[in-house]
């Protein structure tokens, strides 16, 4: 089934560095999705993107989407050891499903 | 806002026996709700997508007689694995729609002996 692109699949940071992570596709997504999921917990919804362009933060967290429609970027600046755990990307298609795209998910460790 | 609770959030079980999965939005109606099944290390596989009083619609290869979705009411859907195996012990995970978004639950853990 279609999926996203998810680079890197992993990431080892010290504390207080930034980091970027992003998600491409051959297709085009109206929206975009970022969430985090720590062990044995449901994910938990980051930023949603809803305009091709659009640049949106929520606290220490910023991203994109992209203006081709086919890619997104999460940044995370000035890392915590609470931002460790798995980031996914997501993603909804043109044509009205209501099914999400996932990528497939980028393991954040950050060293005290 | 927009919170989605599941319960329970861990069960063990016999072979052979039932197990009902709750999925509720708190604070939040949601016509369409969404169940995930998630293995270890791995991305979230939609099993099935709940809709508000009409028959859920099941992803390819999973078998809708043994998992049994009703969503019978606006914030609530609930997934039934019948005559459980222990190949059905995984991490079950439940959203729900909101806005153009989905929002999960905190999952539900399963284990068959």
């Known amino acids: 089934g279609q999926q996203l692109n998810q680079s890197p699949q992993s990431m080892f940071i010290q504390e207080g560095e930034d980091v970027s992570m992003n998600c491409t596709s051959s297709?085009?997504?109206?929206?975009w999705l970022w969430y985090k999921q720590d062990p044995g917990e449901g994910p938990v919804l980051l930023i949603a993107?809803?305009?091709?362009?659009e640049l949106t933060s929520n606290g220490r967290l910023t991203a994109q989407f992209g203006i081709t429609r086919k890619d997104s970027f999460l940044n995370i600046s000035a890392s915590i050891p609470s931002d460790v755990g798995i980031y996914f990307c997501?993603?909804?298609?043109?044509?009205?499903?209501?099914?999400?795209?996932f990528g497939k998910g980028m393991k954040l460790t950050v060293n005290p | 806002g927009a919170v989605v609770s599941q319960h329970p959030s861990w069960v063990i079980c016999k072979s052979g026996t039932s197990v009902k999965i709750e999925c509720r939005s708190l604070?939040?109606?949601?016509?369409?709700m969404f169940w995930y099944r998630q293995f270890p290390k791995q991305s979230l596989m939609l099993m099935a997508t709940?809709?508000?009083?009409?028959?859920?619609?099941?992803e390819q290869g999973v078998e809708k007689d043994k998992f049994l979705i009703n969503h019978a009411s606006l914030t609530l859907s609930t997934l039934t694995v019948t005559s459980a195996h222990p190949e059905d012990s995984s991490f079950y995970i439940c959203?729900?729609?909101?806005?153009?978004?989905?929002?999960f639950g905190p999952g539900t853990r399963l284990l068959v002996l």
């Open positions: 959203s729900a729609k909101h806005q153009e978004t989905q929002y």
């Open positions: 297709s085009i997504f109206n929206t």
């Open positions: 993107l809803y305009k091709a362009g």
């Open positions: 997501a993603g909804l298609t043109q044509g009205g499903s209501e099914k999400l795209v």
């Open positions: 604070d939040f109606q949601a016509t369409t």
């Open positions: 709940s809709n508000e009083g009409s028959k859920a619609t099941y």
